[in-house]
């Protein structure tokens, strides 16, 4: 269970009253009785229902049963979709292992503004089934221009782009550009426009990589392209 | 479109009245308007809506616009799963290139039958969505250990394992494994048994890959699996 605050042994927890409710009522743990918790920081913790009351519970913290492990930097930018296709895209990126995901308005995207909470509790909850021990973020909905202007000079971009080619030859040129911190951007189901690929590809830190031949949906696209940002250059290739 | 007729210029089709509907009614197509259909086999062909009855239509075929491509041939195995999952997967197994899908029984799958027919049918849309000019054949499902033992020699196996290690490793094995006819294998969401473990190893055709450190739902994992497939050894690889 993902909790916020800090873990350590002898610690004593109070979960919020939503979680007290699901560890007491829904998951009918009985006192003592054992869990894991984690917060995003101090790596998973044995710990066991040590107090019930009315509104709330006590959860005493023992043990450290896996240390923290630092996931790539990798970011996930997507441009705003529906809301059931997004919500899967950004339980998705939890799953595949994204730190970070970015919701971009772009030229053809018609939505501006989106429930980032309700994404967050996706993304938190996604994690607990993948056993990760972090919790990507995700930032509310910016502008692709404003996006592309604050750009950090040493992260990488991986430019999901159907006019790239070749997806092995791009991999392969993913894999030399190399680097620690990475995005993979994904475009809105019309596509970019033409003034925001020329800007897109204008950034130096952009690699192009094809999809391949067959047009996808946003949420396949997203799959797709951290499945290969994570077997070339991310945890799934043992770096 | 996909219709089942023989496409040929000169040819006329009768639309099935579905079809009919949805050409007159949903896209109010006039007369005379031109659209794309496409059977699977003979390529993609412009037609024009020649005739408009009470209860169906006519098209003419004139053209033929691109001809037919050969998709690797790649088969999805995956184990029967709840069915909103399950036609995720079928619709993005379509979008990623498998020319057919299995569904498979295991021992720790609970359900043993399925809608085939609305399966195909997303298949078909989700073609239609890709511009693919065939739909993946979904077959009805069937037990582990009768399709492992009807294995045809020539077909290889990219058995996604939990416990495989090296992702990266994996896909170099799978690259050097080479062949043109291929299955990729994922579990339930419980995992296989270790006696059907075993036997998927034994297979002389099975290359055991692991997608990574994190725990992925079924539907995840076979977008990972055929992306990396298609990036290695199908048609995203320019080959």
Same mark, same amino acid.
């Given at each position: 269970?993902?909790?916020? $605050?800090?873990?350590?042994? +002898?610690?004593?927890?109070?979960?919020?009253?939503?979680?007290?409710?699901?560890?007491?009522?829904?998951?009918?743990?009985?006192? @003592? #009785?054992?869990?894991?918790? &984690?917060?995003?920081?101090?790596?998973?913790?044995?710990?066991?229902?040590?107090?019930?009351?009315?509104?709330?519970?006590?959860?005493?913290?023992?043990? =450290?049963?896996?240390?923290? $492990?630092?996931?790539? /930097?990798?970011?996930?930018?997507?441009?705003?979709?529906?809301?059931?296709?997004?919500?899967?895209?950004? #339980?998705?990126?939890?799953?595949? *292992?994204?730190?970070?995901?970015?919701?971009?308005?772009?030229?053809?995207? @018609?939505? /501006?503004?989106? @429930?980032?909470?309700?994404? !967050?509790?996706?993304?938190?909850?996604?994690?607990?089934?993948?056993?990760?021990?972090?919790?990507? =973020?995700?930032?509310?909905?910016?502008?692709?221009?404003?996006?592309?202007?604050?750009?950090?000079? /040493?992260?990488?971009?991986? &430019?999901?782009?159907? !006019?790239?080619?070749?997806?092995?030859?791009?991999?392969?040129?993913?894999?030399?550009?190399? *680097?620690?911190?990475?995005?993979?951007?994904? +475009?809105?189901?019309?596509? &970019?426009?033409?003034?925001?690929?020329?800007?897109?590809?204008?950034?130096? =830190?952009?690699?192009?990589?094809?999809?391949?031949?067959?047009?996808?949906?946003? /949420?396949?696209?997203?799959?797709?392209?951290?499945?290969?940002?994570?077997?070339?250059?991310?945890?799934?290739?043992?770096?």
């Amino acid at each position: 269970m993902h909790i916020d $605050a800090d873990l350590q042994a +002898g610690g004593r927890l109070a979960p919020s009253p939503e979680q007290a409710h699901y560890l007491t009522r829904v998951m009918r743990l009985a006192l @003592n #009785e054992p869990l894991l918790v &984690f917060n995003g920081r101090d790596g998973e913790w044995r710990a066991r229902l040590a107090e019930v009351a009315k509104r709330g519970c006590v959860l005493a913290v023992e043990a =450290q049963v896996r240390v923290q $492990a630092a996931p790539p /930097d990798l970011e996930l930018i997507i441009a705003l979709v529906k809301r059931a296709r997004l919500e899967t895209i950004v #339980e998705k990126a939890a799953e595949l *292992g994204a730190r970070r995901v970015r919701l971009a308005i772009t030229e053809r995207t @018609n939505a /501006d503004h989106t @429930n980032v909470a309700r994404l !967050e509790a996706i993304a938190a909850e996604a994690a607990e089934q993948t056993r990760r021990l972090e919790v990507p =973020q995700v930032l509310p909905p910016a502008r692709l221009s404003s996006i592309l202007a604050g750009w950090e000079a /040493d992260r990488r971009l991986m &430019f999901c782009d159907e !006019e790239a080619g070749d997806a092995a030859r791009a991999m392969a040129a993913l894999s030399e550009a190399g *680097g620690r911190r990475w995005a993979v951007l994904i +475009g809105p189901e019309g596509g &970019f426009s033409a003034a925001e690929r020329a800007a897109i590809r204008d950034l130096p =830190q952009a690699t192009p990589v094809s999809l391949g031949p067959r047009v996808l949906r946003a /949420d396949t696209a997203a799959i797709a392209a951290l499945t290969l940002w994570q077997s070339t250059l991310g945890d799934w290739a043992g770096a």
